[in-house]
């Protein structure tokens, strides 16, 4: 099921952003050789505003003596990516994609948050979503793969006002490898919208659909007969004055209300080992997209 914006309620639809940013925030990588002088001095000039940790002392890898040193190089530029994946002996390990979303006020941004917050969903969730700061992770840190998102005073690339910073954090090489990502040099013509298409998944419910099946879910686990009732026959209640009380429906909006977000609801019904996730009706998220690619910029 797909829903557009124009569909949702008034009150519960996103702000349009006014400018759209998509790039590389971090990358990290095991290096077997250091980098001399000039290479050192390029890589720092071609890094963002986050720089680079190559002052920092060296340290081998635990799992290959032959790597000894790890670099973090955070915003790099376009220039950067050619000349790092041209050097022997890099093996990319971390990749951090961003997706900044500028708005016109502080309270379009704020409302834009919330709706991410309320309709965001990962795709295979395992971990716990939880808040930090004021920043929402869907992982703990070191997660294979991590949706996080904050409000920063100003957007990273740009230094513009009312950002709403969307990260997709991939950590490890396997995490990597199934994003078809091999090394540095996958990531220099890397394709930001599609990225963002797939994982930036906002979803509502079928609400009645939803309520059926979590009861039906209970009625199993319980060892029960099995209801009957589908989407053309709903459960409904019909009082002596003709006021229809539809229990699935209140059933499906009292779950998101109490667990407040649509992942959460989708969490909280998996620990009862209900999936509830045919349940999810699409919300398009075209608007919150890059326009083309979009590699990184300076």
Same mark, same amino acid.
């Given at each position: 099921?797909?829903?557009?914006?124009?569909?949702?309620?008034?009150?519960?639809?996103?702000?349009?952003?006014?400018?759209?940013?998509?790039?590389?925030?971090? #990358?990290?990588?095991?290096?077997?050789?250091?980098?001399?002088?000039?290479?050192?001095?390029? !890589?720092?000039?071609?890094?963002?505003?986050?720089?680079?940790?190559?002052?920092?002392?060296?340290?081998?890898?635990?799992?290959?003596?032959?790597?000894?040193?790890?670099?973090?190089?955070?915003?790099?530029?376009?220039?950067?990516?050619?000349?790092?994946?041209?050097?022997?002996?890099?093996?990319?390990?971390?990749?951090?994609?961003?997706?900044?979303?500028?708005?016109?006020?502080?309270?379009?941004?704020?409302?834009?948050? /919330?709706?991410?917050?309320?309709?965001?969903?990962?795709?295979?969730?395992?971990?716990?979503?939880? &808040?930090?700061?004021?920043?929402? &992770?869907?992982?703990?840190?070191?997660?294979?793969?991590?949706?996080?998102?904050?409000?920063?005073?100003?957007?990273?690339?740009?230094?513009?006002?009312?950002?709403?910073?969307?990260?997709?954090?991939?950590?490890?090489?396997?995490?990597?490898?199934?994003?078809? !990502?091999?090394?540095?040099?996958?990531?220099?013509?890397?394709?930001?919208?599609?990225?963002?298409?797939?994982?930036?998944?906002?979803?509502?419910?079928?609400?009645?659909?939803?309520?059926?099946?979590?009861?039906?879910?209970?009625?199993?686990?319980?060892?029960?007969?099995?209801?009957?009732?589908?989407?053309?026959?709903?459960?409904? &209640?019909?009082?002596?004055?003709?006021?229809?009380?539809?229990?699935?429906?209140?059933?499906?909006?009292?779950?998101?209300?109490?667990? /407040?977000?649509?992942?959460?609801? #989708?969490?909280?019904?998996?620990?009862?080992?209900?999936?509830?996730?045919?349940?999810?009706?699409?919300?398009?998220?075209?608007?919150?997209?890059?326009?083309?690619?979009?590699?990184?910029?300076?």
């Amino acid at each position: 099921m797909h829903t557009t914006i124009g569909d949702l309620a008034p009150t519960d639809k996103p702000c349009l952003p006014i400018a759209i940013y998509a790039y590389n925030d971090k #990358i990290a990588f095991w290096i077997e050789r250091e980098f001399d002088d000039d290479e050192t001095a390029y !890589i720092k000039s071609q890094c963002g505003s986050g720089g680079t940790d190559l002052d920092r002392p060296a340290h081998k890898s635990r799992f290959d003596q032959r790597l000894i040193r790890r670099v973090e190089a955070r915003q790099p530029s376009a220039e950067l990516l050619p000349f790092l994946a041209s050097v022997d002996g890099t093996f990319l390990n971390q990749a951090e994609f961003t997706l900044d979303l500028i708005f016109d006020t502080e309270e379009a941004r704020d409302q834009a948050f /919330e709706f991410f917050n309320r309709h965001s969903v990962k795709r295979g969730h395992r971990g716990e979503v939880r &808040y930090y700061k004021k920043t929402r &992770y869907t992982d703990r840190r070191w997660a294979p793969t991590n949706l996080v998102a904050y409000r920063p005073e100003f957007a990273k690339l740009t230094g513009e006002l009312y950002c709403l910073h969307v990260e997709w954090r991939v950590c490890g090489v396997a995490a990597l490898r199934r994003m078809n !990502i091999d090394g540095i040099k996958d990531l220099i013509d890397f394709d930001h919208r599609a990225l963002w298409q797939r994982r930036l998944r906002l979803c509502t419910f079928d609400f009645a659909r939803l309520g059926r099946v979590y009861s039906n879910g209970l009625t199993k686990k319980r060892g029960q007969k099995k209801r009957t009732l589908t989407a053309r026959k709903p459960r409904v &209640y019909v009082t002596r004055r003709g006021f229809e009380y539809h229990t699935d429906r209140r059933l499906g909006q009292h779950l998101l209300r109490i667990n /407040e977000t649509v992942q959460g609801v #989708i969490d909280f019904a998996k620990k009862r080992n209900i999936s509830v996730v045919r349940c999810l009706a699409d919300i398009s998220n075209d608007s919150w997209l890059p326009k083309g690619k979009m590699a990184n910029c300076e």
